[in-house]
């Protein structure tokens, strides 16, 4: 069935240009929003946690912002198992790469923190081709093998490298000599809340993922936060900041802190940009943590 979606459906649809693929957009916001109500009572439960300032209309005004921004990531993820390396480069362009730069000249690899905010499948993707450094991100590998197999291969056309979560310590260690920069998600909702870091983080009790501390520390890679800026429909800017060059003369939780507070920051600046449809918040702090 998903073989039969993706050649009858998907892959013409990526055929078109986006400018047409926005007017899909516009039907689907309807169709989500209106029509099936698609995950309101999460988003509007994450919303109303994370802004307890705010009243209910204004929490409404920004739903309504946040899923027409969402359907129209979605679309332009379907553009991009078509989309050429000229027109990615042109709609997603990194900022600053003389920061990767920096870091190649003094053969410094990186782990990149970033979060499920506005299009983070096409900086992922975008981030590659205009930058020193070889990109790996780790991923959640889809149930269905062939949509994966699919979405390895389009996402990988220019040089990401998708790697499953369950084998990052492979990418380490298979990549040591190599000048890599590594991509955590670092927004998930942790699979162990007894393994995670906890915090506050908008307004609530958040287990936050080890991984990306756990990881820079013990491989000493430069730790830098990756943010996206939404310029107008379908175009962006990639910018990095580096968060630590010395991960290693961290304190534990110290940089785990660093990328959330940036996280929270970007998303308090602009909240319609963030993934509020997924369940985030669906750990309880453990006694004595």
Known sequence: MSRIAY????????LLPLPVLFRFSDVLYV????????RKKVVYGNMSRSFPEKSEQEIRRLMR?????????????????????????????VKNPELFEKYAAEGRNIVIAAG????????GVGCGPQVAHDDLALYKPLSDPFMDARLRASRGRFGLELIPTKSARRAFEDYTD?????????????SNPKRAYWTTFLNQDTAVMYGTEKYAREYNYVVVFGHTVKLRRGY???????????????????????HTRALEKIILDNPQYWLWT??????KRPENM
């Open 236 to 258: 962006y800017t990639l910018e990095f900041s580096t968060l630590t060059e010395h991960p290693q003369q961290t304190a534990a939780g110290e940089i785990s802190e660093m």
């Open 178 to 190: 190599r000048l890599t920069a590594i991509l955590f998600g670092a927004d998930q909702s942790p």
């Open 278 to 283: 997924h369940k985030r918040w669906k750990h």
């Open 116 to 123: 499920h905010y506005n299009n983070w499948e096409m900086a």
């Open 31 to 38: 169709v989500l929003y209106h029509l099936l109500g698609w």
């Open 7 to 14: 050649y009858l459906f998907l892959k013409p649809l990526s």
């Open 65 to 93: 912002a946040f899923y027409r921004h969402l359907c129209d990531v979605m679309v332009e993820s379907i553009r991009m198992f078509s989309m050429s390396k000229e027109e990615l480069i042109r709609r997603c362009r």
